[in-house]
């Protein structure tokens, strides 16, 4: 789907992840470790390693099965990244942790920052959020225009799009997704894959048709919000003087449905335009396979702002950015309101 952009036409043309160290991210804990139990609580740096290859390289370090090795998120890897991994190990007989190095000819690289013991396995969505240094290499555009946009990302926000990530090499999840809907079996780990993907399909063109409507960041009538750092929502509430206020202060933001089962919870024009989004033939598939499966209705915020955004030129044809965001967002989605950013791919 070609998703609009919502701060106008691009400024810039560059390259992403020439090197694994232009991308680097670290994983911003959500929790205080216990210091105690029977997980042995990692924070370790890989290179050229995704989340997946990381945890199976742990497990046949620990001699443990891969069901032992907990995980917060997903990192890729083509990246510098750091990120928290707990080993499951009831008698607290742990290999040397010095010897759980990784550093081979083809790049591959894995170190231990800092370990302890904790009381529970380490669940997806067991963080504050990530933190971001991106190098753009090869640039090529105006630098006040760049900076001018960069300077209306800080203020504005950028419209929260679900990443590519989420549909697959080629975006080819969609249409397995309907071909399951339409009686394919799959697997059962597939299968959450592909609910996943027809989920966040529905809700990019929601937040496509708000942004072509110019309301992504506003309120229409019969809104629902969601409150800033968590899932919770409310309303629909009208827009008055003090949600206005929540709403300029980034408080509070419009939601689009992530699609399931029960009522839409949005009314008048909200509602309206969410179902006339998604009223093709593809998308009345998505939805009902989405129902038959179970999936609730549920929302999500239709706006992100990359925190503490700052940025700087290392030479003329390089931009080095710097940003935090919550869990379940996308630095792609920052990247894509400045232009056309060639990345290497993604695990």
């Known amino acids: 789907m070609d998703l609009p952009h919502a701060h106008g036409e691009a400024v810039l043309q ?3 992840r020439a090197a694994p160290e232009d991308f680097v991210v ?3 804990p959500g929790f205080e470790p216990t210091g105690q139990g ?3 609580l990692l924070t370790v740096r890989k290179r050229g390693m995704n989340t997946a290859h990381a945890a199976r390289c ?3 370090w ?3 099965g891969d069901v032992a090795i907990g995980y917060a998120g997903l990192k890729d890897r083509h990246a510098v990244t750091t990120q928290r991994f707990t080993v499951h190990l ?3 007989n742990a290999p040397a942790v010095e010897t759980l190095t990784i550093d081979d000819a083809l790049g591959e690289r894995l170190e231990v920052l800092d370990h302890t013991w904790h009381a529970k396995k380490l669940p997806r969505g067991a963080l504050a959020g990530n933190r971001f240094v991106l190098v753009l290499r090869d640039v090529e555009g105006d630098r006040a225009a ?3 946009r960069l300077s209306a990302i800080a203020a504005r926000g950028v419209p929260n799009y679900f990443g590519e990530q989420r549909f697959g090499r080629g975006g080819n999840n969609v249409g397995s997704a309907l071909a399951m809907f339409a009686g394919r079996r799959v697997r059962r780990d597939q299968r959450s894959v592909l609910l996943s993907a027809a989920r966040s399909e529905l809700f990019n063109r929601v937040l496509a048709a708000r942004i072509r409507s110019a309301c992504w960041d506003t309120a229409l009538e019969g809104e629902v919000w969601m409150l800033d750092g968590t899932r919770s929502v409310f309303g629909p509430q009208p827009l008055d003087e003090a949600l206005a206020e929540r709403l300029a202060t980034f408080d509070i933001h419009p939601t689009g449905p992530l699609w399931g089962e029960g009522a839409l919870r949005t009314q008048e024009a909200a509602a309206a335009l969410e179902l006339d989004a998604l009223a093709d033939a593809d998308a009345v598939a998505l939805r009902a396979g989405l129902e038959r499966a179970g999936l609730r209705q549920e929302r999500r915020a239709l706006r992100l702002r990359p925190e503490a955004l700052q940025w700087r030129w290392p030479d003329e044809t390089s931009l080095e950015l710097s940003f935090a965001l919550p869990p379940g967002t996308y630095a ?5 309101e400045l232009g056309d950013v060639a990345a290497a791919g993604r695990d």
Do not use: F, M, N, Y
């Not at 792609?332 to 894509?336: D, E, G, H, N, R």
């Open 90 to 92: 009831p008698k607290r």
């Open 58 to 60: 742990i497990a046949q």
């Open 14 to 16: 560059a390259r992403l």
């Open 38 to 40: 029977e997980h042995l």
């Open 26 to 28: 670290d994983e911003l």
């Open 332 to 336: 792609t989605s920052v990247l894509a």
């Open 146 to 148: 760049i900076d001018a």
């Open 62 to 64: 620990a001699g443990v």
